[in-house]
C-alpha cells in the first residue's frame, strides 16, 4: 500500500515498531474537530478492504493527547513493518481506488511533516497492543556512543512494556536524528512513570553523562484509533 504521497498529503508522525531492519514511515496531520469522524471513516473504509494494506506491514491512525508549543499535528499515520514489505509497499503501483482515497482525505487534512526511518533496537516488540505512545524525539550528536551505552542499559534493565529506539532518515527538521518510543496501556501508566531500583536510576544517570551531547527536540504522546494489516 502507500507509494509517495503526491499533493502534500504527508501522512502523520512517528510510528516506530520492532527489530533492526524493520522499517516506519510516518505523516502528520491537523484535523479540525469537526472533521476527525470523517477522516477515522475515509481511513476506515479504504484500509479495511482487502489488499489496500500491503501484506507484512500494519497501519495505525493515532491521535495526539499530549505535546508541546510549536507541534501542530492532532493526528499521525503510521506505516511499519518489515524492510522488505515496507519496500513492497513503496514500490508499488496505485489504482483508482487509491487515488479517490487521497482525494477524500485531502479534503479534511492539513498535512503538518511527514518521516520515515527505522528500529535500531526493540524490547517486547511481539506484544504492541499497549495503546498510547509516549515518544521523545532527540538531536543525537555521537550516534555509536548513544545508541551502544542505550542498549547496554536496557539489557541489563529490561522493560517490561514496549520500548523502541530507533533513527530518523528522512524528514528530519530541528536537528531530529533518533527516538525513543515507550508504550503505556493507559493514561495512569504514562504519568506515573516507571519505578525504577536504586541501581537502575544510578545506572541510567551514568549513560545519560556518558552518552554524549543530546538534545531534546520533542516530545508527544499519542493513542491508537485503529489499526489495519
Not at 71 to 82: M, S
Not at 156 to 182: A, C, Q, W
Not at 194 to 223: H, I
Request: one cysteine or more; proline letters at 2%; charged letters at 25%.
Amino acid at each position: 500500500m502507500i507509494k509517495k504521497i503526491k499533493l502534500s498529503i504527508l501522512f502523520l508522525s512517528i510510528s516506530f515498531y520492532s527489530l533492526a531492519q524493520n522499517a516506519w514511515s510516518v505523516y502528520e496531520w491537523k484535523v479540525q474537530p469537526q472533521d476527525v469522524s470523517t477522516v477515522f471513516n475515509i481511513c476506515n473504509d479504504y484500509l479495511s478492504q482487502q489488499g489496500n494494506v500491503t501484506e507484512g506491514t500494519t497501519v495505525a491512525l493515532y491521535e495526539v493527547m499530549f505535546a508541546g508549543d510549536g507541534f501542530e499535528a492532532t493526528h499521525t499515520l503510521n506505516i511499519y513493518g518489515d524492510m522488505e514489505s515496507m519496500n513492497r509497499a513503496y514500490s508499488n503501483e496505485q489504482d483508482s481506488d487509491w487515488f479517490l482515497f487521497i482525494e477524500k482525505l485531502n479534503q479534511f487534512i492539513d498535512p503538518v511533516a511527514s518521516l520515515a526511518g527505522r528500529a535500531l533496537k526493540a524490547y517486547n516488540e511481539d506484544d504492541d497492543s499497549d495503546p498510547i505512545h509516549q515518544l521523545w524525539i532527540m538531536n543525537v550528536s555521537e550516534s555509536d556512543k548513544f545508541v551502544d551505552g542505550w542498549t547496554n542499559f536496557r539489557d541489563k534493565y529490561p522493560p517490561n512494556n514496549f520500548i523502541e529506539l530507533g533513527t530518523i532518515v528522512s524528514g528530519r527538521e530541528d536537528g531530529m536524528t533518533h527516538y525513543i518510543l515507550s508504550a503505556q496501556k493507559d493514561f495512569k501508566d504514562l504519568v506515573d512513570g516507571s519505578n525504577w531500583s536504586d541501581a537502575e536510576s544510578v545506572a541510567w544517570g551514568k549513560f545519560r553523562k556518558e552518552r554524549g551531547q543530546t538534545e531534546m527536540v520533542r516530545s508527544f504522546a499519542r493513542r491508537l484509533i485503529k489499526k489495519w494489516n
